[in-house]
């Protein structure tokens, strides 16, 4: 990974203020958003009994974060979907810092544009507290993970947890960032 485009980022995160602060009517720099940490989290759902399947989801999940991957476990039992207290059911990575940057530039600048059909990600996809969740059809879309024989293609969603403080805010933050969101249409 190119370290100036990492820089590049992070400068673009730092000019959010002096860019938005006309349109929101900031007077100090700690009003301006901020990206906190991005979540990546894969659910098993019916493997979730097959121990060589968790592996290979883990490490797989592992080398596309840069960060050991973490079980998520069941909090309770469910008969109907034969879950047990305890069993995992999926993987989950926290970046922050240096690591997030990273993840973040090549998340926009490489994974998205390999997605298949990728049009943008729908404005709606960020939530009422400035949190943009993204779902990702198949984990071959990073570089790492893209070998010719994967048969076990699992999909995951990103989460980008900000300090914006609604909606408006956080679409402003993450355009300027050059998260690629698809143009709001007019009614």
Known sequence: MAS?????????????????????G???????????????????GRVAHDKARQDFIAERLSLIAGQKAVPTKAKKSIASFKTRKGLVIGWKVTLRRDRMWEFLDKLIHIALPRSRDFHGIDPESIDPMGNLTIGIAEHTAFPEAAEDEIKDIFGMGVTLVSTARSREEAEAFFRHLGVPLKPRTTQ
């Open 26 to 44: 900031w007077s100090n720099p700690m009003q301006a958003p901020r990206l906190e940490k991005i979540v990546i989290s894969v659910g098993t």
């Open 4 to 24: 100036g485009a990492i820089v590049k980022t992070k400068e673009k995160a730092a000019e959010a203020f002096a860019a938005l602060r006309d349109t929101f």
